[in-house]
Nanobody, 125 residues
Framework: QVHLVESGGGLVQAGDSLRLSCAAS????????MGWFRQAPGKEREFDAG????????KYSDSVKGRFTISRDNAKNTVNQQMNSLKPEDTAVYYC??????????????????WGQGTQVTVSS
């Protein structure tokens, strides 16, 4: 089974950018639908972005569309999320998720079978 590890989180100011990376082992990212989710304190986990198997299609939530970009690096076996124009409300723990089903897009976290441990992103105003 695939094992996912996120990195790239940190403390930034509003308007700054961050690039999150999700490294996979035990599986090839191109064989999985991949997604990025966030969970802020006291809130439910929510979908940010997803990329289909083989990377042909992407899906974004309305809150990040135009600011975040999900991409796949097959050579490094990673999936990345470039986050621009960050806002304080983007403060959350960000999680990478994977699933081998073909259905895309997948915006419900319960439909993903594999999760990373999360990386904290804090955006100050």
């Amino acid at each position: 089974q695939v094992h996912l590890v996120e990195s790239g989180g940190g403390l930034v100011q509003a308007g700054d950018s961050l690039r999150l990376s999700c490294a996979a082992s035990g599986g090839t990212v191109s064989n999985y639908i991949m997604g990025w989710f966030r969970q802020a304190p006291g809130k439910e986990r929510e979908f940010d972005a997803g990329i289909s198997r083989f990377g042909g299609s992407t899906k974004y939530s309305d809150s990040v569309k135009g600011r975040f970009t999900i991409s796949r690096d097959n050579a490094k076996n990673t999936v990345n999320q470039q986050m621009n124009s960050l806002k304080p409300e983007d403060t959350a723990v960000y999680y990478c998720a994977a699933d081998r089903t073909l259905t895309f897009p997948k915006v419900e976290g319960t439909t993903y079978g594999y999760w990373g441990q999360g990386t904290q992103v804090t955006v100050s105003s």
